[in-house]
């Protein structure tokens, strides 16, 4: 069953250039994992979601790879920073709740002007971006495209499709780098993590093609701010508890 609500999780994101990682751990704070299995287990399983949505994007050629090196540049060696610590719980909880919440209504409130929303974003601007993201990736195991589109968004820098493509892409990166220094200090992925990357995999494959083929930008745009909201939510609810 937990297999299963893995797949639904990662079809929901995929369909939007998202892994999951915070639906991720929101189910498995649910089913009691041990904290030092969450985080690395979330982290593999965003690999895994990732994988095919970055080839997918990259085969139809939506990923436009001058725009993300800087950012993933900037995002590895703060990943990697950030998967060396480790947050408490309702700490992480409630500060990535309330970021989500904001990052949700500005997706969901500001209007988009078509003329300017792909700009060109500044080196300034790409790699503090990426290094900001970058340690919130490795820090709570979300992988970052969930803070990342939203700031594309809102800067103009990409339009939400655009957004999409780039995240997958950059969550793939700072996921493995995150990953690394999770289990240097010592967490190690659940022994059941096969089984449910496996539910990840087809959840990927299927929320990926359906985000390509059947949503518009304005769709994405309000799907994403949806998934963003939910996710706040939840975490907001476990910091209460």
Avoid: C, H
């Avoid at 436009?64 to 408490?88: N, Q, R």
């Avoid at 957004?163 to 990953?179: E, H, K, Q, R, T």
Wanted: cysteine-free; charged content about 10%.
């Amino acid at each position: 069953m937990l297999t299963v609500s893995f797949a639904i999780v990662s079809l929901l994101y995929a369909t939007v250039g998202q892994a999951g990682g915070t639906a991720f751990l929101a189910l498995m704070a649910f089913s009691s994992f041990p904290s030092t299995q969450m985080r690395p287990t979330a982290l593999l399983l965003n690999i895994v979601a990732a994988t095919y949505s970055t080839w997918l994007f990259n085969r139809g050629r939506f990923v436009d790879w001058k725009k993300l090196k800087p950012l993933v540049i900037a995002s590895m060696p703060t990943a990697l920073v950030g998967g060396f610590t480790v947050l408490p719980q309702q700490i992480y909880d409630a500060v990535t709740g309330v970021v989500l919440l904001v990052a949700a209504a500005i997706l969901l409130f500001r209007r988009a002007k078509g003329d300017i929303l792909n700009r060109v974003a500044p080196s300034w601007g790409a790699i503090a971006t990426g290094a900001g993201v970058g340690i919130v990736s490795g820090l709570t195991g979300v992988g970052g495209g969930v803070f990342l589109a939203p700031i594309l968004i809102a800067m103009r820098w990409a339009s939400p499709k655009q957004a999409a493509a780039l995240s997958a892409p950059f969550i793939w990166v700072n996921s493995a780098v995150g990953l690394v220094g999770a289990i240097y200090v010592g967490q190690m992925p659940s022994p059941q993590t096969w089984l449910y990357a496996l539910g990840a995999f087809a959840g990927a494959m299927i929320g990926t093609t359906v985000g390509l083929r059947w949503l518009s930008e304005k769709t994405t745009r309000y799907v994403l701010a949806v998934v963003l909201g939910a996710a706040a939510i939840q975490l907001i609810a476990f910091a209460t508890r």
